[in-house]
């Protein structure tokens, strides 16, 4: 354990000085890194020296040969410059418009739909613009958002958590996804007692959109052969699409993954779906988040007209 009394009297100029001595390989040389004089640089090491209780160089001819210790002593000191360098850089490069990076924190179906189209608006106007997106799910999104750590969160709830304010972006109901081929596929319209009997994909059972979808079939007294669950729209979308059943999902997923091979298709029952943008509200706002939320409604807007044409 270290002595309190001498860590306190070793300053960050004694350290200073034994760094540039060590750079330069001697005092002389040292006084120059930091333009102060030869006997200035000498007592500095040496008043080092005497508060460590050691010797660090050997003199041998005006020279300073650096021994063991001052070896060892040498590695930790470069590396806690290193770390004070990346300080400064940080520092620096905070101050470039290019530097601030905007921190969006969403649950993965909205990274792999609603954000990238909203990404490309915010791009085309502020190129300059930086993103870093990370995917969670619930209830870790929202524990994260009320900790202050991102600047803009996306969920599908529409309260706000503690510590936020929330806008809801998007307000639709659920759809169903089929193969192409499948015969319901024929159908505007899908009723509960149109999915009995078919091989169905869920979502993974702690879901809470699963849990609504269970209940609506549960209350109708629907049976359906759950053939797969996942945890992921997107994965949901892929096994319909591969012909392994049927599904329902929220319409933004479904609408990224619409194909020649998947086709959507109104329910005539209501689960509604709703896409909330979740802003800090101790976190000190950047001047992206409002272009952000700029293109996060247009591009929310853009997904409902693109499902009013599909009559979904």
Known sequence: MSDPTLTHRITHRHIEVF????????????????????PTVSRELARLEALLGYALFERAQGRLRPNARALALWDEV????????????????????????????????????????AAARLMQHHPQARLSVTPQESPLLEEWMSAQR???????QASAPPG????????????AVLPASHP???????RLEDF?????VSLSADDPYRRLIDARF???????????ETHSAAAVCAMVQQGLGVAIVNPVTALAAASDQLVLRPLAFSIPFSVTALLPLYRPPLPEVTPMLEALR??????AQRLAQQDV
Request: hydrophobic content about 50%; overall charge neutral; charged content about 20%.
């Open 298 to 303: 247009a591009e929310a807007a853009a997904i």
């Open 150 to 156: 991102f600047d803009l969160g996306l969920c599908e």
């Open 184 to 190: 319901l596929a024929r159908q505007r319209r899908l």
């Open 19 to 38: 760094r540039a001595v060590m750079t330069a390989g001697s005092a002389t040389g040292a006084a120059d890194l930091l333009h102060s004089s030869q």
């Open 78 to 117: 470069q590396r806690s410059w290193q770390g004070l360098e990346r300080v400064v850089d940080r520092a620096v490069a905070l101050g470039r418009p290019d530097a601030v990076q905007l921190s969006v924190l969403c649950l993965p179906a909205l990274a792999h739909a609603l954000l990238p189209g």
């Open 196 to 200: 009995a009997g078919e091989y169905f």
């Open 164 to 175: 936020t304010r929330a806008e809801v972006l998007l307000t639709l109901d659920e759809v």
């Open 218 to 228: 549960a209350e109708a007294g629907v049976a359906r052969t759950l053939r797969m």
